[in-house]
């Protein structure tokens, strides 16, 4: 076992809930998500013997490959944080527990349209830039959004993901996508989570209500070189 990777999930897990306590919440409310992208399959599996049982993928082969590597590790929740394309919508159907990165109908119409043997939770992702060619909804779009995923019979609306921009104070950014979290609860009540935080603004995050932190090279160490 890498006592290194299990120092650095310690210590984050110790940030996590200093974060908490500081915003008087409950740390069994936020789950901590830890994003694997270009690692190897076998670090998830150390992770997950260390207690990991959320992992994020930003790309859908290394979320496929690493889904059937691991097929024998029931446990663990798969997370698509990526941008989402309609022509891989199918193969994220088939690898992801829920997916992050809805911003628009035709990506919740073709996860609609995959289908699986299980509602698909996903969350519609924000756009919290003036950038227009970033990806994610609007904040003004979000309602409309809403309430075409609600009438998705096997998607599971659940809430709201947002990247806090890299030239604003992050706790306005996830001020902001709380105020996007709140809209989505009027079309969806039960749509509670919020996916907002990672390395370097999780603390900020926390105290405006993410429920789930995408967190990467802070636990898993840097990213290998790729060929």
Do not use: Y
């Not at 199918?90 to 609609?112: F, M």
């Not at 096997?154 to 921009?165: E, Q």
């Amino acid at each position: 076992m890498d006592t290194a990777l299990a120092d650095r999930l310690a210590a984050v897990d110790e940030r996590i809930r200093d974060a908490a306590r500081a915003a008087h919440r409950d740390v069994a409310d936020i789950t901590r998500i830890v994003v694997t992208k270009f690692h190897p399959a076998a670090l998830v599996a150390e992770l997950h013997a260390l207690g990991v049982r959320d992992v994020g993928e930003n790309r859908q082969q290394e979320l496929t490959a690493k889904r059937a590597e691991l097929a024998g590790i029931p446990d663990l929740t798969w997370h698509f944080i990526g941008q989402a394309q309609t022509n891989k919508a199918r193969a994220v159907r088939a690898a992801a527990d829920a997916v992050h990165s809805v911003d628009r109908a035709r990506i919740a119409d073709a996860l609609d349209a995959a289908d699986g043997a299980a509602p698909l939770d996903v969350l519609l992702q924000v756009n919290l830039t003036d950038d227009t060619g970033r990806g994610g909804v609007a904040p003004e779009g979000v309602e409309e959004l809403a309430a075409h995923v609600a009438g998705r019979p096997s998607l599971r609306l659940r809430g709201v993901m947002a990247v806090a921009p890299l030239d604003e104070e992050p706790a306005r950014a996830f001020e902001r996508l709380r105020a996007c979290a709140d809209a989505v609860r009027a079309v969806v009540p039960d749509a509670r989570w919020i996916s907002a935080g990672m390395t370097g603004d999780f603390p900020e995050a926390i105290a405006m209500g993410a429920t789930h932190l995408r967190i990467g090279s802070a636990i898993t160490g840097p990213r290998p070189a790729r060929d």
